[in-house]
């Protein structure tokens, strides 16, 4: 039976699917996108509604991104992607490498929910404009201390590392984490970023290949990346941001 | 060669190091407890901080909890546990169910980390006092939305897995960390659970039995277990809480 992953999140967005999606592209794995995929090919939201109410085989996702195959789920942006690396050949090799790249997925996933959270720091579900005098303390508190914490940590794993990614001695899903991370704060924090990402030019350099992976960049120049936007984890609100 | 477990953890507060702790003692595996244990010994805050410098073979956490064994480093609550539970025959045996769990215990973690911004909603650099203003909407929040929706999402899992446990047939991880969210609820909000937890009855009965299972309960009357107390996750400020 040929394999064929089924991935389900919230169309119109990249949020915390862009994860497993990378994921996918750079391994050219057959996957369909479930939830932008037309109701009449068994697509759509209300697919993706069905599983979250009723899950497979008794196993139900609390949220999006989930991943289907073979009657198997997985949920968890950090467990899809690294679940997925592993089948396809997007992890490191040695046992130690391999079970410390799920260590920096999983903290990779802190920093998502770390970002964001500076436009929802009371609750996601309130909008931004409800808790707009909260995200302006908490967005400058991850801007000057969470911001130069996470990525000076990536940036000493690849000092330590010296092969130029983080885990191990080929790219992997914890390398396509850290270049979605660089994209995102890009986005929504560019005078940030601007004023410290030179600081981090191993992690640049990474960023870089990445970007510069065939797969990727076809990837990133076709309609299936979606645009940031306001709607996903990494928004542009030029008040939130600073130097 | 003797497998041993050396655990790296914050001493004085059960927090994120008792999801791997609780898995080690229901296993009743060799472990050390290295933050606490004598300077003398190789053990506390020092040796904790030397290797959240330098790491372990180039592997450096980006923060405790941590695991070391035989040159092997893991960090990351989730990923500890479910890494120790497949070691130690406290993970579901099939594979579809061997996966699911590791979803739950992501899930679980997703819930801690919101337990914690209840009490730190802008930032863990600062104190508790100087954001309570943001606490009290953050964890208003909380106890409406995210507890019943965390909780309910548990009750489905357990009526739709029909074991009684959360995953499989058997005891694993993932119901030993369900167990540590509700000691943490009823210890942080016993008000809101007063008011709830009956809807969960499923929820309360795994939690009763995994209070029962016997390394476990020798593990609660001992010493080893550092009772809840206001610098861990769950803290008790009366003000956070209410029906």
């Known amino acids: 039976m040929t394999e064929r992953f089924d991935l389900y999140y919230w169309p119109g967005l ?3 699917g862009e994860f497993p999606r990378l994921v996918l592209e750079a391994a050219e794995a057959p996957y369909r996108d479930m939830a932008r995929l037309d109701e009449t090919e068994g697509g759509g939201v209300p697919a993706m509604m069905a599983i979250l109410e009723t899950g497979i085989g008794g196993r139900i996702p609390f949220a999006p ?3 289907v195959e073979n009657g ?3 949920a968890q ?3 899809v992607s690294a679940w997925l690396g592993e089948r396809l050949g997007l992890a490191p090799t040695g046992e130690a490498d391999r079970l410390f790249a799920r260590t920096i997925a999983l903290t990779t ?3 998502v929910a770390e970002a964001h959270d500076t436009h929802h720091p009371v609750g996601t579900g309130l909008y931004y404009e409800d808790q707009k005098p909260e995200a302006l303390r908490r967005a400058t508190e991850f801007r000057r201390e969470r911001m130069p914490k996470f990525l000076g940590w990536y940036e000493r794993l690849l000092m330590a590392n010296g092969s130029g990614f983080l885990a191990g001695d080929r790219l992997t899903y914890a390398d396509l984490g850290l270049f979605q991370i660089v994209e995102g704060l890009r986005y929504a924090f560019p005078r940030r970023m601007a004023a ?4 981090y030019r191993r992690v640049l350099a990474l960023r870089d290949r990445v970007a510069g992976d065939p797969p990727i960049a076809r990837y990133l120049a076709s309609p299936r990346r979606i645009p940031f936007n306001e709607d996903g984890i990494f928004r542009r609100y030029p008040e939130l941001d600073g130097d």
């Open 14 to 16: 990249q949020g915390r």
């Open 77 to 79: 942006a950090a467990e």
């Open 65 to 67: 991104p989930f991943l």
């Open 72 to 74: 198997k789920l997985v």
């Open 109 to 111: 996933a802190d920093l």
């Open 196 to 199: 410290i990402e030179t600081d």
